[in-house]
């Protein structure tokens, strides 16, 4: 993320622009995953259109001023509202202190075509967890995100669980589909952990796999699955996951 676009749209409107959902490796023997900047916005009633048009018109802006910003834009399937999710990625906090002289000469256009329109912008910092996901450049145009807030007694059990699951899935040679993340910053509602998994469509999401609990219980037995399987129910407060569908004509995922 080009963090100086997000400084002058926090300004004008609180609003972050762009992003990819993909591993990013720092070279150390035990790395530590990049940042993400997760913006969610509540289209107001009936402005979806307006919108769109003020968010293609901030891009061609961008492109036409040559900025290197990249990012994604989601269109959540699901749940009450008209609702948009901004994920852009940054490999360090550093990136906050940075600026993107390029974006100031669409700042008004954000203002302008973008604000008006937003009912409610929520932004928050969330790190890529890579020991525990996919190793794999995240692809398909949908994804199912779920969400995780910890059991304030119980909630260290669930990384716990998650770790011994996927080694045992591993071993298995069943290879790691989703992509964990934890949350940095939050709000009272805010889930603390979530996991992406990625589908070339909405077919996709039709083909019956194994799940994860009857890959374990078939590698390591039902009880040892039972064991595991309530570990990580306690260490929940609550969940919830939502479908979102890559909207192309609003991102710009490569440079």
């Given at each position: 993320m080009k963090?100086?676009?997000?400084?002058?749209?926090?300004?004008?409107?609180?609003?972050?622009?762009?992003g990819t959902i993909q591993p990013v490796v720092n070279g150390?023997?035990?790395?530590?995953?990049?940042?993400?900047?997760?913006?969610?916005?509540?289209?107001k009633p009936g402005h979806e259109m307006q919108f769109r048009e003020g968010i293609k018109a901030w891009k061609a802006c961008y492109l036409e001023n040559k900025g290197e910003w990249t990012w994604r834009l989601w269109s959540r399937q699901q749940g009450e509202g008209n609702v948009y999710v901004l994920a852009s990625d940054m490999p360090n906090w550093a990136e906050m202190d940075k600026t993107d002289e390029k974006g100031k000469n669409c700042q008004m256009l954000a203002m302008n075509m973008i604000n008006p329109?937003?009912?409610?912008?929520?932004?928050?910092?969330?790190?890529?967890?890579p020991g525990i996901s996919s190793e794999k450049p995240l692809e398909g145009d949908i994804i199912r995100v779920g969400f995780y807030k910890l059991n304030p007694t119980h909630g260290y059990k669930m990384m716990e669980v998650v770790k011994e699951v996927e080694a045992i899935r591993k071993k298995a040679g069943v290879g790691i589909p989703g992509y964990w993340y934890s949350w940095m910053t939050a709000d009272p509602e805010s889930p603390n952990y979530h996991v992406v998994t990625g589908y070339k469509d909405f077919a996709a999401m039709d083909i019956v796999q194994e799940n994860v609990w009857q890959t374990v219980e078939k590698e390591v037995?039902?009880?040892?699955r039972?064991?595991?399987?309530?570990?990580?129910?306690?260490?929940?407060?609550?969940?919830?996951?939502?479908v979102?569908?890559?909207?192309?004509?609003?991102?710009?995922?490569?440079?």
């Open positions: 963090t100086s676009l997000k400084n002058l749209l926090r300004i004008t409107l609180v609003i972050v622009l762009l150390q023997d035990a790395p530590l995953g990049h940042l993400m900047s997760v913006t969610e916005f509540t289209v329109h937003v009912e409610k912008a929520v932004n928050h910092m969330t790190r890529f967890q037995g039902k009880a040892k039972d064991e595991l399987q309530a570990a990580f129910r306690s260490s929940m407060a609550s969940s919830w996951n939502y979102y569908k890559l909207d192309k004509d609003l991102s710009r995922p490569t440079k």
